[in-house]
């Protein structure tokens, strides 16, 4: 196909003057708009007018505000309201819309000749997800679709570079997508890598077999500087003596996306070399939105997640969500397909669940910029649902430091900035870091660190913030934001993971390593809590910069650097907690 982007842009407004709409719904303002093409895509042309996309309008939350208030005094250690977690009927009274502004858009719908009473209705009511064509979606936002091809995933996906919503709209709808979000499962960046350069190591029972009595932290084999095993976390982190009881009610949700499979053969190898108690328990795989579940297809990451989730939470039950989206676009095809955006998906299913699990974890993540600041926050607040209903959501930082590449900014001036991940920088998810060696542990050089540029720093974590930006004095000034939210919240080991992928150990290291891990420990205080009658954990941040801070070994030393620089900007404060 001809590269027509420049031209497409010039005639569409031409082309699409079809229904005549009142001056209401043809005031134009812009919602979102980038001004250059982002990283890795490039234009192939105009969209197919007859394209159907899969789209999803988030609608303001009227009673947000009492959503995050909600979810505060449920996960402060020191509110009477403390773990009195709230229902998906209670999440989703508050969630919903004002009747107004479903009004509103249900009468732009029709303008455009869409039937809004086929719109699916989620969250309350406040995601709408229908199908419409390019032609019409290109009407209603002011939008030029085109098709962008990614150089390295040779993936196409349908998108604008700018979108716009009418004015009487703007008070009442968070997002529209897919419009400006170029981010897709496949070029999303998992946080793990193989290690070659560390010699795997064939099981380590001797080492498991020194564990039996797990008295104190010095009995951490030194075996565990070099690789890591469950029975190296399992003695480092003091969980080896605990007996999880509540598996009846209590389990743990490993986030998996497009095309990584978690295979039960190789768990089974797994448990056979490290974790023998444990051999025969396996996992559960629930399949979201046509996902997955290639058993003769073990991904890295996939078998990362299981393998350590289980091995520290066993005999927890495990879940392993397989989240697909509809086939890849192939633009010469007729075939309709939608191009979604991570995690909206596997959101929007999790929501809908009235039980779900009590802990998560997901180890992919992209540069905060590149995702668009509405979609980012409506997203964000997806998390804040899932943490009001009682659930830990852990979430890798990611393994570029405090950035990766030349950390240009892509505001159009291509100043030098630190970067941000996102979802790690939401301020409703506990974002792991990564640590190395034991006695003393330090931090991991590639650990994902930083402060966002979109999210304002919550109150739990102010004073410790404050400690750290003290520290640190005029280092780094100017190149990260001193008000916004700052991560990680708290790290684990993340470097030389035995891992069996197709029958075979590897090492593996990233921040996806310890997501993991520190999730696997967090699934045992709840089985802990729960076994007594209590309520799960939910949102950690709050008792983690507060009373849970004590529980916490404090990591002084280490550095993240990135950007193509030296820096030092992982650091853990007096306070315990590491960021
Ligand atoms: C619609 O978008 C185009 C650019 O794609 C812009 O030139 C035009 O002014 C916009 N129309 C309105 C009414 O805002
Ligand atoms: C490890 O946990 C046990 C309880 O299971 C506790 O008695 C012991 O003090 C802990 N050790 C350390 C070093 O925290
Ligand atoms: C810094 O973070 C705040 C949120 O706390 C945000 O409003 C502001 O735009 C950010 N500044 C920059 C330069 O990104």
């Known amino acids: 196909m001809l590269s027509t982007c420049l031209l497409a842009a010039v005639l569409l407004p031409f082309v699409s003057a079809k229904p005549l ?48 208030t909600a979810l505060y005094e449920v996960s402060d250690p020191t509110h009477e309201k403390y773990g009195q977690h709230l229902t998906k009927e209670q999440v989703d009274a508050l969630v919903a819309p004002h009747p107004t ?79 400006t979000y170029f981010g897709t499962m496949r070029s999303m960046r998992k946080t793990s890598f193989l290690q070659p350069e560390i010699k795997p190591i064939d099981n380590d029972h001797e080492i498991a077999a020194q564990l039996t009595d797990p008295a104190s932290l010095a009995t951490v084999p030194s075996s565990c500087s070099t690789t890591i095993t469950p029975a190296c976390l399992r003695a480092l982190y003091n969980t ?58 073990p991904g890295v990451e996939a078998n990362l997640d299981i393998q350590y989730t289980e091995g520290i939470s066993f005999p927890t039950p495990n879940v392993y969500f397989s989240t697909g989206g509809s086939p890849p676009f192939v633009p010469d095809s007729q075939t309709p397909t ?26 992919y993540g992209d540069d905060e910029q590149t995702v668009p600041f509405d979609f980012a926050t409506q997203v964000c607040n997806l998390f804040a649902q899932l943490g009001a209903r009682g659930s830990s959501i852990m979430f890798s930082s990611g393994d570029d430091g405090v950035g990766g590449g030349s950390c240009t900014t892509n505001d159009g001036t291509n100043t030098v900035r630190f970067q941000p991940n996102f979802p790690a920088s939401c301020p409703f998810v506990t974002t792991v870091g990564g640590t190395v060696r034991v006695n003393p542990e330090v931090a991991v050089s590639f650990s994902g660190g930083g402060f966002s540029n979109y999210f304002a720093q919550p109150s739990y974590q102010s004073a410790a ?108 404060s007096p306070s315990q907690v590491c960021l």
């Not at 309350?124 to 030029?144: E, F």
């Not at 955006?341 to 779900?356: G, H, K, R, T, V």
């Not at 919240?489 to 590897?506: K, L, M």
């Not at 650097?561 to 030092?568: A, D, E």
Request: hydrophobic share 35%; glycine share 8%.
């Open 240 to 297: 080896t003596s605990y007996v999880p009881k509540a598996t009846d009610v209590n389990s743990l949700g490993v986030a998996g996306y497009l095309d990584e499979f978690a295979n039960n053969a190789d768990l089974q190898t797994f448990f056979s070399r490290f974790r023998m108690d444990a051999v025969g328990a396996t996992f559960q795989t629930v399949q979201v939105n046509g996902g997955g579940n290639d058993q003769s297809d």
């Open 465 to 572: 913030v404050k400690t750290f930006l003290t520290r640190l004095g005029t280092t780094n000034a100017g190149l990260f934001n001193t008000t916004g939210r700052a991560y990680p919240d708290v790290a684990a080991q993340g470097q030389g993971f035995q891992v069996v992928i197709g029958g075979r150990t590897s090492s593996v290291a990233g921040t996806s390593a310890s997501s993991p891990t520190f999730a696997g420990v967090i699934a045992l205080l709840n089985d802990f809590r729960l076994s007594q009658g209590k309520s799960p954990l939910g949102f950690l941040n709050p008792i983690l910069y507060s009373t849970g801070a004590a529980g916490f070994n404090d990591i002084t030393s280490g550095s993240n650097p990135g950007c193509q620089t030296n820096v030092r900007l992982f650091y853990c």
């Open 21 to 68: 709409l009142t001056k209401r719904w043809s005031d134009y303002e812009v919602k979102h708009a980038w001004n250059s093409v982002p990283k890795g895509w490039k234009c192939q042309g105009s969209a197919p007018a007859d394209h159907l996309l899969d789209m999803r309008i988030a609608l303001k939350q009227d009673k947000f505000d009492d959503l995050v």
């Open 338 to 363: 939608n191009t979604n955006e991570p995690y909206l998906d596997w959101l929007n299913f999790i929501l809908a669940q009235s039980s779900i699990p009590q802990t998560f974890t997901t180890s």
């Open 101 to 179: 502004s479903v009004d509103l858009v249900d009468e732009w719908l029709t303008a455009h000749g869409i039937d809004a009473s086929t719109a699916e209705r989620t969250n309350g009511g406040s995601w709408l997800r229908l199908p419409v064509t390019v032609d019409q979606a290109s009407r209603m936002l002011n939008a030029t679709y085109e098709i962008y091809h990614h150089e390295n995933t040779e993936e196409y996906i349908v998108r604008t570079l700018s979108y716009s919503l009418p004015a009487a709209l703007h008070p009442h709808v968070g997002v529209v997508t897919p419009t």
